[in-house]
């Protein structure tokens, strides 16, 4: 039997798109497949957690054993987050959150207009720091960074400005990896230490990445 170094934990771990509606037809998005996500999902539920996913829309089956929480919005995504990781040991936001959303969703099909439109946004929440700010009963917190270019100097922002306790940070320009495709390659970073996954499986590399999050556990 494979080593369970989190039986007795629960994780929470947050993948896939967020869904921003604009009118009852429309959305904005992005093009993340819950791949990761879920990976690191079944990767948790095999080390021996109790493990909930929090997924936005995906074409992905439900990892075995997982309870799985659907949810469109970054909203939607925020309140179920925070219902869930007050209960959790860790908590991983591999989620591709919209950072915006309309500030008005159109009761209505949005009628064609002249030859320009304008639509205003709004800020969504951050949920992965509405996390890492809980006082009482925080999770060791995880993020991950997408980033094209800078990707350590990024990386290691989000991780101070965020509070979390580690950071996964993929380079989404690479053609192959990050976004939809079935590898990746991340680096992991926290304060004073940081260790390079090449390229591999994202289910592989889920596994490698969750051993590392136990392995700083204790
Ligand atoms: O789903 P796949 O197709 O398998 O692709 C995997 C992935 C590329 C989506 C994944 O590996 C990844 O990088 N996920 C994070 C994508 C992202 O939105 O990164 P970011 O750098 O914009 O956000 C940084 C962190 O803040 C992330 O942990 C994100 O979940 C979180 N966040 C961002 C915005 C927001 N409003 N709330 C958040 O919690």
């Known amino acids: 039997p494979a080593a369970q170094p989190l039986l007795g934990k629960v994780v929470t771990i947050t ?29 948790a539920q095999k080390m021996g957690a109790t493990v909930n996913l929090i997924s936005g829309p995906v074409k992905l089956n439900a990892p075995s ?9 970054a909203i939607e995504m925020r309140d179920e987050a925070i219902r869930l990781a007050i209960e959790s040991d860790i908590f ?9 959303r ?24 951050d949920i992965i720091a509405e996390v890492a700010a809980l006082t009482k009963d925080r999770p060791y917190t995880v993020g991950f960074a997408a980033e094209t270019q800078d990707v350590e ?5 989000k991780l101070k400005n965020k509070k979390l ?8 320009s690479q053609a192959g990896l990050g976004f939809n ?3 990746n390659a991340l680096t992991l970073f926290w304060q004073d230490d940081q260790v390079s ?22």
């Open 15 to 43: 993948a896939g798109p967020t869904r921003e509606a604009l009118d009852p037809v429309r959305y904005i998005s992005n093009h993340s497949s819950g791949k990761m996500g879920y990976g690191l999902a079944q990767a």
């Open 65 to 73: 054993n997982v309870q799985v929480s659907y949810v469109n919005s």
């Open 92 to 100: 991983i936001g591999c989620a591709a959150v919209a950072d915006y």
């Open 102 to 125: 309309a500030a008005d969703i159109a009761e209505q099909k949005i009628k064609k207009q002249g030859d320009e439109m304008t639509l205003t946004l709004v800020k969504n929440p």
């Open 153 to 157: 100097q990024y990386a290691r922002g």
């Open 165 to 172: 306790d580690m950071i996964c940070a993929n380079d989404v």
């Open 181 to 183: 495709s079935d590898n």
């Open 197 to 218: 996954l090449p390229t591999s499986n994202k289910n592989e590399l889920a596994l490698t990445v969750v051993k590392a999050i136990a392995s700083k556990l204790d």
